[in-house]
Structure formats: structure tokens, C-alpha cells
């Protein structure tokens, strides 16, 4: 030993006995304590193709979880092909946080922009609106429509612009009850949130919002990006809906894609009921033009309902 430093054992006092054999269960799989395990190295489990990239894998992935969501359900379950949603986003100073790269809008807008092409995909008769909600107000920025393209460009344009104040979920859902009172009796009335904030500054009691909501027969289902929320979540149990939070992007988009399958019917109102419908004629005016409502442009070329 070096001059001048003293050993421990030579002084009974200063030396203190450590029982380092711990008990039986701070033990790894290998026999030794776990936190000196080797590190689980779960990227290894992804493979390069033969010019370096892993795009295939990705996309690879892509296709297992969207077979995943398409399959999933092995029951007999009735379900509604005629669909009336309203998306419901959160433009809250809340949604400026970056837990969520690169802020929790722009990663929401980028999962909702993906939601409605894929709803519109697996929904092609149903119809869309979408609500923004800040500052305690509600704005609707687009109404029911089935055509995708007028909805995205109401997020581009507006939804991830002044984020301000809070939400107001009771001013939100009660214009979405309003925008889906014209809507038919035989498809369903949804309502999706994506929310960002922990709170909701509403003009009078929420309650009397969720009872109109079970009255009118309104499914509420919300992704939040933060935290469970009491109110939140027992408005989407009572009504029939579901709540998710979201862990990360992935998770949010796997969570707000469990919206784009119909829900299934409840028994009670499960009846089988003719609709009558019909397909529209093309028709040439090469004389007047007519409005086309889906390009929103003078047309000659057009479409002639059968009724």
C-alpha cells in the first residue's frame, strides 16, 4: 500500500461491512444484477436493403399496422356506411408545446390531414366537417362536405395560425350538435376531438351540453396530447365514444385512425331500413354555364340528379 494512506481494515471503527450479495430478486436473467445486462439493441431488428436504405422497412411497417386496422375486428359487427363527423381541433395556446415535434399543431395537422384522406377512403358516401376552437370561441371552418379537398385546404389555411387563449369544448360541441341537426336520420352523428389542452373555458355547464348530446344521439371520441381529462373522458364514455392519449406521433396517428371504421350499430337501434338512392347523369350545356359545386367554377360540362 502507498505510504500515508491508511487502510480500512486496519481500523475496526472506520470500517463499515457492506452486504453487497442483495436479495434473490434484484437478479438478471444471466445470473447478474439487471441493470448490468446488456442493452436490448431493438434496432438491430431493422435491416438495410441492398442500397442502404430502410424506406422498404418503413413502409413495410406502414402496411402491417394499416392491414392491422383493417382486420382487427373478427366479429360479426353491423356497422353504418353513411357517416356524419365533425373533427374538432384544438388552435389553444397548448398546442404551441413542442412535446410533440415539431410542435403538437403542426403534428397535429399533419395526422389529421392523413385521417381525413384515409376516412374518405374507407368512407366514400359519408360526409366531414371540421371546428377549430380558441380563445374560448368556436369557429367552424369548413361544413359537411364529402370532398376532402376543401377541408385540407381550410387546415393549411387557417388552423395552424394564431394559436391563442383556450378551448371551449361546450361552444365547440354545441356548434357541432347545430351543424349535424341536418343531418339524416339514418346515418350516424360523430364527433372527433384532437386536443391539446388540460382545460376548457365554457360559458355555462357542460353537463346540460353532454345530456343534449345523449339526446340528439351524438358519438363523441377524442385524442388528447397530453393527459387523461375527467370531463373529457366522461363525455366520450356516456355517449358512446372513446378516449385516447396520445404517447407520441406514432401512437396519435394509430389512436386517431381507430376513428376511420364505422362504429358498430347498437342493437337497439340496429333496423334495416331502405334508402333510396340514385346515380347523376352527365350532361353536355354547351349553351349556359352552370355552377359546379365541388370545383366551385363556372362549368359547361355537368351532372343531372335523377330525382
Not at 389555411?157 to 354545441?174: C, I, R, T, V, Y
Not at 336520420?185 to 345530456?211: F, N, Y
Not at 385524442?223 to 364514455?237: G, N, P, Q, S, T
Request: with cysteine; glycine share 8%.
Amino acid at each position: 500500500m502507498a505510504k500515508g494512506v491508511k487502510d480500512p481494515a486496519d481500523d475496526d471503527d472506520d470500517y463499515i461491512d457492506i452486504d453487497d450479495t442483495g436479495p434473490g430478486d434484484l437478479k438478471g436473467a444471466d445470473g447478474g444484477y439487471a441493470w448490468e445486462e446488456e442493452y436490448k439493441r431493438s434496432w438491430d431488428v431493422i435491416q438495410e436493403d441492398a442500397s442502404g436504405s430502410i424506406q422498404s422497412v418503413v413502409l413495410g411497417i406502414s402496411d402491417q399496422l394499416r392491414h392491422k386496422r383493417r382486420v382487427r375486428d373478427t366479429e360479426a359487427i353491423q356497422r353504418g356506411i353513411i357517416r356524419h363527423v365533425v373533427l374538432i381541433l384544438d388552435q389553444s395556446e397548448s398546442m404551441n408545446l413542442r412535446d410533440l415535434m415539431p410542435t403538437r399543431i403542426q403534428a397535429a395537422l399533419t395526422m389529421v390531414g392523413a385521417f381525413i384522406g384515409e376516412y374518405f377512403d374507407q368512407n366514400p358516401i359519408s360526409q366531414l366537417a371540421v371546428i377549430a376552437t380558441k380563445d374560448g370561441l368556436a369557429e367552424k371552418l369548413t361544413d359537411l362536405s364529402g370532398n376532402p379537398m376543401d377541408h385540407l385546404g381550410a387546415l393549411k389555411e387557417k388552423a395552424n395560425k394564431d394559436l391563442a387563449g383556450e378551448p371551449s369544448l361546450q361552444n365547440a360541441l354545441e356548434l357541432a350538435m347545430h351543424t349535424l341537426k341536418r343531418a339524416p336520420t339514418h346515418g350516424s352523428r360523430e364527433v372527433v376531438c384532437v386536443m391539446g389542452s388540460l382545460t376548457t373555458c365554457d360559458p355555462g355547464d357542460i353537463a346540460q351540453t353532454l345530456e343534449a348530446l345523449k339526446l340528439a344521439q351524438v358519438r363523441v371520441s377524442m385524442v388528447h396530447l397530453a393527459a387523461e381529462v375527467h370531463v373529457f373522458k366522461k363525455i366520450c364514455k356516456e355517449t358512446g365514444g372513446v378516449f385516447y392519449v396520445a404517447q407520441n406521433e406514432d401512437n396519435m396517428k394509430d389512436l386517431l385512425f381507430e376513428n376511420v371504421p364505422p362504429p358498430p350499430i347498437v342493437s337497439a337501434k340496429a333496423t334495416s331500413d331502405m334508402i333510396q338512392m340514385g346515380f347523376p347523369i352527365k350532361a353536355n350545356n354547351s349553351e349556359v354555364p352552370t355552377p359546379c359545386v365541388c370545383h366551385h367554377e363556372l362549368s359547361f360540362v355537368g351532372y343531372i340528379c335523377p330525382r
